[in-house]
């Protein structure tokens, strides 16, 4: 049962490279979400997707973009990274009844990935 | 738009004394709120949750916290602090009917002295 799944754990980038942080679940969730952690900030929304095929912004999507091609899968993209990216990302998945929009629903994280961009 | 705040970066007791783990929340609406712990180099986890069923709600290792509409808040408590006790807690808000958007708040992270 491995739940939700993030690789890689850790990666280095120069500015200006380009990355993809893959998120994997197998609980069969609809809603998936990518947030980061600094510091002092707590954890902030960068892109989410309440279904295959859609994806939506958070509170912090510049310099982002993502994808849910499959229900199982939500990739987090960089096209062009900043310092101002390093930060660990934590991606995290819910379930929700087709249909039902609830806000009570319990996110489950995966182990989050380590990015530092010199 | 929805927040939450908590007081206190961190926290220090002593192992077997009581965790006040301070949050509130600014919402028109009584929103759902939820408290996750974070273990070193792990994601966050569900301790708790207040969906309006119960304003006193038990979570998880003997947490409990107390909805106060009149305080806004909800803090996080536990009689008796335990030395697996320390993590960083996160409280965090989701209005209703909001996809299960959490907005987190700062984070306070506790130290249990032995």
């Known amino acids: 049962n491995a739940g939700v799944t993030q690789t890689p754990k850790f990666r280095v980038l120069k500015t200006g490279q380009s990355m993809t942080l893959l998120c994997a679940q197998d609980?069969?969730?609809?809603?998936m979400y990518w947030y980061r952690q600094d510091p002092g900030m707590g954890l902030r929304l960068i892109h989410y997707s309440v279904g295959e095929g859609t994806t939506a912004k958070g509170e912090v999507p510049d310099g982002y973009n993502v994808s849910r091609l499959k229900k199982q899968n939500f990739l987090l993209g960089l096209e062009s990274a900043a310092p101002s990216q390093t930060s660990v990302y934590f991606c995290?998945?819910?379930?929700?009844?087709?249909?039902?929009?609830?806000?009570?629903?319990?996110?489950?994280f995966g182990a989050g990935s380590r990015l530092t961009v010199l | 738009a929805q927040s939450v705040t908590q007081l206190g970066s961190h926290v220090s007791v002593s192992e077997g004394a009581l965790v006040l783990l301070r949050c509130n929340y600014s919402?028109?609406?009584?929103?759902?709120l939820f408290w996750y712990v974070q273990y070193p180099n792990q994601g966050l986890q569900l301790l708790l949750k207040?969906?309006?069923?119960?304003?006193l709600v038990k979570g998880i290792n003997g947490f409990e916290a107390e909805f106060k509409k009149s305080e806004t808040s909800f803090h996080l408590t536990k009689p008796s602090a335990h030395m697996s006790d320390a993590a960083e807690y996160f409280c965090a808000v989701s209005p209703k009917s909001s996809g299960d958007k959490l907005t987190f708040g700062t984070g306070t992270r506790l130290a249990v002295r032995p």
């Open positions: 919402s028109s609406v009584p929103p759902y």
């Open positions: 995290a998945s819910s379930y929700s009844p087709r249909g039902r929009i609830s806000g009570a629903n319990v996110l489950t």
């Open positions: 207040y969906t309006s069923a119960a304003t």
């Open positions: 609980m069969n969730h609809e809603y």
